[in-house]
Nanobody
Framework: RVQLVESGGGSVQAGGSLRLSCTVS??????IGWFRQAPGKEREGVAR??????YYADSVKGRFTISVDNAKNTVYLEMNSLKPEDTAMYYC???????????????????WGQGTKVTVSS
C-alpha cells in the first residue's frame, strides 16, 4: 500500500519559517512534488525534486527549499520568509521518475498525501 504522510504545517506570522515533511512508503520513485491549494484556487506546483534536480515556482524561488533524505524516505520543504499569500493546504505527491521535469503538473502525479495546512498571518 502506498502512503504519503505530510507533517509540519501550522500557523506563523509573516516572515516566519516552517519545515514540511513528506514520508513515503510502499512506492519507490525519485520524483516527488510539493503542491498547494488555497481556498477557491487551483492546485499549483510549488517545488519538485527528481534525484539531484529541483524545480521551484517563481512565487517561492529563493524562499523555499526542497530536499530529500533517502535513508528516511522523506522529502522536506523548508519554507522561509513566509507571506500571507503562502497560506494554503500543502500536499506532497509522487509519480514515476521518467519524464519528471519542468513545472509539476498535478494530473501526472499518481499518489498524494492528505495535506497539511499552512496559515501565514500578516
Amino acid at each position: 500500500r502506498v502512503q504519503l504522510v505530510e507533517s509540519g504545517g501550522g500557523s506563523v506570522q509573516a516572515g516566519g519559517s516552517l519545515r514540511l515533511s513528506c514520508t513515503v512508503s510502499g512506492y519507490s520513485t525519485n520524483c516527488i512534488g510539493w503542491f498547494r491549494q488555497a481556498p477557491g484556487k487551483e492546485r499549483e506546483g510549488v517545488a519538485r525534486i527528481n534525484s539531484d534536480y529541483t524545480y521551484y515556482a517563481d512565487s517561492v524561488k529563493g524562499r523555499f527549499t526542497i530536499s530529500v533524505d533517502n535513508a528516511k524516505n522523506t522529502v522536506y520543504l523548508e519554507m522561509n520568509s513566509l507571506k500571507p499569500e503562502d497560506t494554503a493546504m500543502y500536499y506532497c505527491a509522487a509519480r514515476p521518475g521518467s519524464w519528471c521535469y519542468g513545472s509539476p503538473d498535478p494530473s501526472t502525479y499518481n499518489y498524494w498525501g492528505q495535506g497539511t495546512k499552512v496559515t501565514v498571518s500578516s
